[in-house]
Structure formats: structure tokens, C-alpha cells
């Protein structure tokens, strides 16, 4: 490592945030909602768009549910150690951690970082039924942190990458939506492909 590198902790230099469920018991802060919820299951999808679940307002104030912002690493905790970035602002279940983006270290730099670390976070799993790991786990990881001039350059070449990741995620979403309103219609005869 160079020496203008920097090695320390993961909790150390970024924000980690560890999500919550609010309580199903009360449909207010469930229904109708509109704050996307991120379970563990949909960390597997890169990157997450879209989520099958929202809660509201009032569930987000009433639960360890965090708003997590745009361009937040997760990583799930729950069986496969999974890592993912959020394309839109979102809340998740306890299941998943975010990794918030500072001002020097972006998106690109945390996701490669935690994707390179899935193997040791998966040797770090307990549990016979639900293997897993905690979050003082993730907060412990290893990272290693160039000089400034070194990430700048870093960032000038992967951000436009990623991004364009985000693009192309939402063009799928958009023509899945028109998938699903023109197949009906196939179905029944309403309108052909000729």
C-alpha cells in the first residue's frame, strides 16, 4: 500500500446505517405508502430500482427504518452476503446494511470495496439456521483509502460507469411496465403484432 494510502475501518470512515421494520400490526405504516423498503432478498438485484414493498410516513418515524439517500451501498446480512446500490432514496429491514457515500468516497469506491470483502464477511457468518453477520462486522471491515488525487481519478473514470448501470436499470424497468400493459392486450385480441 502506497504511503499516502490510508488503511482503517469501515464504520470508521464512512456512515453505516442498520434498517428496521415497522410493525405490521399497524396498517398505517404500511398502507398506503410510498417510501420504498428494501428487504434482504432484493439485494440481489443490481442496482435496486424498484422495490416490492413501501411504508409510510408515520412508519418510517415509528421504526429504526432510516432514509437511506440516493447512490447507498447495502449490503445484506442475512445468508448470502450480497452487496447492491440504491438508485432512488429508500428505507430497509434489518436484514441490510447501507453504506452511505461521503464527499470524497463514492458510490463506485464503496461498492467494488464491499464486493471485494463478500468473501471474508462470508466467513465471518454465524448461525446454524440463518447464517449471518452483524453489523459491528461490517463496521469493522477493512478498507483502504487512496490520496485525494488518486480517488478523483478514480471517480472521473467509474462514476459515468455507473451511472450509466443506473440508465440502463431503468430503461429494463420502463419496458417491463410496457411489457406488462401490452401483453393483456396480445392476450385478448385487443392488439396485434402484424
Known sequence: IPESWTVSELGK???????GTPSTKIVDYWH??????VSSGEVSELPVTKTLVNITESGLKNSAAYLLPRY????SIVRHIRVSFLTTEATTNQSVVGI????????????????????RLLSRRTGAQQPHINKDE???SPIVVSDDETLRAFNEITIPIFKQIE?????????????NQLLPLLMTGQVSVD
Open 100 to 119: 452511505i457515500e461521503s464527499d470524497k468516497i463514492k458510490l463506485p469506491f464503496i461498492y467494488l470495496s464491499a464486493l471485494n470483502d463478500v468473501p
Open 72 to 75: 447507498t451501498v447495502l449490503i
Open 13 to 19: 470512515t464512512l456512515k453505516t446505517v442498520l434498517g
Open 32 to 37: 398506503p405508502g410510498d417510501i420504498p423498503w
Open 138 to 140: 461490517v463496521d469493522s
Open 167 to 179: 440508465s440502463l436499470a431503468k430503461q429494463r424497468l420502463d419496458l417491463e411496465e410496457l411489457r
